[in-house]
């Protein structure tokens, strides 16, 4: 297993990786809309944080020897299910090959976000 850490996406905020490759495949964790160069939560709207999302995703992914295309399941957590179509708008622009998905609704997220995204894709590390 490698673990995978970038400077260009949020330090894990927890026990945790940014990300594990294992077998060809990359299991990231949960992102939220943290700003790597604030440390901060900037985007006060769903699609601003939708957007900090997948570039979080797309540094870690990266790193990882991986991509939004070779993306094969994602699961996403919205704080309000009134989001999904503006969340829906802002995340078919990334992955485009259209993976397997799971969307609900939480109660909340960490540090009050709005969304949070975590995706397996294939690996070439």
């Known amino acids: 297993m490698i673990k995978i850490h970038t400077e260009k996406a949020p330090a894990a905020v927890g026990p945790y990786s940014q990300a594990v490759v294992s077998n060809g495949m990359v299991y990231t964790s949960g992102q939220i809309a943290i700003d790597p160069r604030t440390n901060n939560v900037e985007a006060q709207d769903i699609q601003g944080q939708t957007e900090q999302i997948m570039q979080n995703l797309g540094e870690i992914l990266r790193t990882a020897g991986s991509s939004f295309e070779k993306a094969v399941k994602t699961t996403c957590f ?19 090959g259209l993976p397997a998905r799971s969307c609900v609704a939480v109660k909340t997220l960490p540090k009050g976000v709005l969304a949070e995204v975590e995706v397996i894709a294939e690996s070439v590390l």
């Open 78 to 96: 919205l704080a309000d299910m009134n989001d999904f179509a503006a969340f829906n708008e802002i995340y078919g622009k990334y992955f485009t």
